[in-house]
């Protein structure tokens, strides 16, 4: 099992281009999530999905976008970037049936925006 | 506001002796809490984890004490080693059957262990 994979490593944006960050897992997790974490902070939820089809917000969803259509796949979309959107964004997964709530990461994709 | 907060951003260990890195929080309706270990350039994973119900778990060198009143936890390594350098963060949840909400991170604490 590969686990959580994200493309792409890293990515520089100009301010006002889009990209989307690409997120799968191979565990037939049913929840995933989308973190960003700022230099000296904690991870930050933006977005999470508990299923194909359906997408909630975080804490920190503006700016982003994200959908869900298969249970692998849950990419995320800046569609107008800005420099507060340099970070390193991490991608996780977790199963529901799980009696603890262990999420499982991505490497990450950091994005400088300039 | 800052609801998982660790406050030691860094910790210096000597090898072969005991690692404690501190966590506090400040929402009692968190009933799960993990470590994550995360090494330059590479996603977080999972250390250890405990359910509020609890007041310690261990899994090998790792302990993880909980005190509810205190709204406090501690992660203990022992023996520390090398391979143990690493930030760690502390983690809370809301929801332990499952975690849906995602999780509430503190800033992290760098662990560096001295040979």
């Known amino acids: 099992n590969a686990g959580v994979t994200q493309t792409p490593k890293f990515r520089i944006l100009k301010i006002g281009q889009s990209m989307t960050l690409q997120c799968t897992q191979d565990?037939?997790?049913?929840?995933m999530y989308w973190y960003r974490q700022d230099p000296g902070m904690g991870l930050k939820l933006i977005y999470y999905?508990?299923?194909?089809?359906?997408?909630d917000k975080g804490e920190v969803p503006n700016g982003y976008n994200v959908s869900r259509s298969t249970t692998e796949d849950f990419p995320l979309r800046l569609e107008l970037a800005a420099p507060s959107q340099t970070s390193v964004y991490f991608c996780?997964?977790?199963?529901?049936?799980?009696?603890?709530?262990?999420?499982?990461f991505g490497p990450g994709t950091r994005l400088l925006v300039l | 506001d800052q609801q998982v907060k660790q406050n030691s951003p860094s910790l210096s260990v000597q090898e072969g002796r005991i690692s404690i890195l501190n966590c506090d929080y400040t929402?009692?309706?968190?009933?799960?809490f993990l470590w994550y270990k995360k090494y330059p350039a590479e996603g977080p994973t999972f250390l250890i984890s405990?359910?509020?119900?609890?007041d310690k778990n261990e899994d090998g060198r790792f302990t993880v004490f909980l005190n509810k009143s205190a709204k406090h936890l501690s992660l203990h390594i022992v023996p520390s080693q090398p391979g143990d350098s690493a930030v760690y963060f502390c983690?809370?949840?809301?929801?332990?059957?499952?975690?849906?909400?995602?999780?509430?991170f503190g800033k992290g604490t760098h662990l560096i262990i001295q040979p």
């Open positions: 996780a997964s977790s199963y529901s049936g799980d009696r603890v709530a262990t999420q499982y």
């Open positions: 565990m037939n997790h049913n929840y």
């Open positions: 999905s508990v299923g194909a089809g359906i997408t």
């Open positions: 929402n009692s309706m968190f009933d799960y």
């Open positions: 405990i359910s509020s119900i609890k």
């Open positions: 983690a809370a949840s809301m929801y332990s059957g499952g975690g849906a909400d995602g999780l509430t």
